[in-house]
């Protein structure tokens, strides 16, 4: 008999693996972000990546950082958490963990907090010394959501997608 794999992916490995191969979607040239709810039973119960809202164009609007309020991206585009809660297949998200490739804008923090998820799993925290996030970390200390940054873990995943995977 052989013994069991010793490396699979840790719970956090994967749900964060998760997050990021649905960022791969994101057709925003700068930053991908993607999100990943997980319930208390640690089943995915949704998904989602920042893009821009259902049949607006990804070729029409912006994808520019700079520029007058309607001609950047910060306009139209939908972040990752609020697609990844608004795509879940279950109506309550209490007590839910949301990991996500980057810290959660204050906007976000809101929807996070009105859903009732409870903790945040994140990496990148790039946008920290924003009064965006300084304010998204005042809601989220306010309403109980606790966050910690993914630690500990392996560096990269890799997904193969040919016939000899298995
Ligand atoms: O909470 C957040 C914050 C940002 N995003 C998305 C929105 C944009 O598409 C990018 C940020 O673009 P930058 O060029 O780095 O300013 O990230 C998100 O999904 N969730
Ligand atoms: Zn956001």
Redesign the pocket.
Known sequence: MSEKRRDYLTWDEYFMGVACLSAQR?K?P????G?CVVNRKKKIVGIG???FPTGCSDDELPWA?EGGALDT??AY??????NAILNSIVSDLEGCTLY?A????N??AKIIIQSGIKEIVYLSD??AETDIVRA?KTMLEMAGVKWRKLSDCRDSVTVRLSEDCV
Do not use: I, M, W
Request: charged share 20%.
């Open positions: 994101s925003d700068n930053t991908q972000v999100a990546y920042n893009g950082r991206k910060y585009v939908c972040h990752a958490e609020l996500v980057l810290f959660p804008c906007e976000c790039k946008y998204s």
